[in-house]
């Protein structure tokens, strides 16, 4: 999978994600999304932001608030990051939960400047994925995403990155830009996608490299 490069400022290159549409699902296939989420909703699936989250357990940073990810979308990119960067994560335990952490705040600062049009496809994914119905019978996951191992997240986005169904395909594709740009777009893994990093000059002179 295409990793991706970041920008001069050493942050992901969220906005150039922001300039397309990432569901291209047709009136039939928004219809069925957008059933799906409003369906999840009143069932009592987490409809709101996580705000901040303690760090004890979560590994999240306790300063750091959510607003775009709930809560079973954390859980959802918990279970999916591993089968997505592989080995690109650190393999020390506690590094590699600290990476996954790190991501999935990307992954929602970065949700966050989106554009509304965006935001809502997003979430209808997301619904899609975390609703139990739509979980066990379209993404042919039959465990909570806390209990799904990494060999079958795998095998979940394998099948549909190889899906006929457009929805399918076009969720696969969503799920691993943001999460490649949230990954290898941070500055600790630039190497990993064969970027060297900013010329030290640069560091130098530009504030936005000090707390990087």
């Not at 591993?82 to 929602?108: S, Y």
Request: a neutral charge; one cysteine or more.
């Amino acid at each position: 999978m295409q990793k991706q490069i970041p920008d001069s400022s050493g942050h992901p290159q969220f906005a150039d994600l922001n300039r397309r549409s990432f569901l291209k699902t047709g009136l039939g296939g928004a219809l069925f999304l957008g059933t799906v989420s409003v369906t999840a909703g009143l069932s009592g699936c987490a409809t709101q932001p996580a705000g901040r989250l303690s760090a004890v357990g979560t590994r999240m940073d306790a300063s750091y608030q959510f607003q775009f990810l709930n809560e079973d979308d954390i859980a959802l990119f918990e279970a999916l990051l591993p089968a997505m960067i592989g080995p690109g994560l650190p393999e020390q335990p506690q590094a590699r939960n600290l990476a996954i952490a790190g991501t999935i705040e990307r992954i929602d600062a970065g949700i966050h400047k989106f554009g509304p049009a965006n935001q809502k496809e997003l979430r209808q994914l997301f619904d899609l994925l975390n609703f139990g119905l739509t979980r066990v019978t379209v993404a042919r996951v039959w465990s909570s995403w806390p209990n799904v191992t990494t060999a079958e997240a795998d095998a979940f986005l394998e099948r549909w990155r190889t899906s006929r169904i457009g929805l399918f395909n076009n969720g696969y594709i969503a799920l691993t830009k943001i999460s490649n740009v949230a990954f290898y777009g941070y500055r600790d893994f630039w190497h990993l996608s064969g970027y060297p990093g900013p010329p030290q000059y640069a560091v130098d002179a530009l504030p936005q490299f000090q707390n990087a």
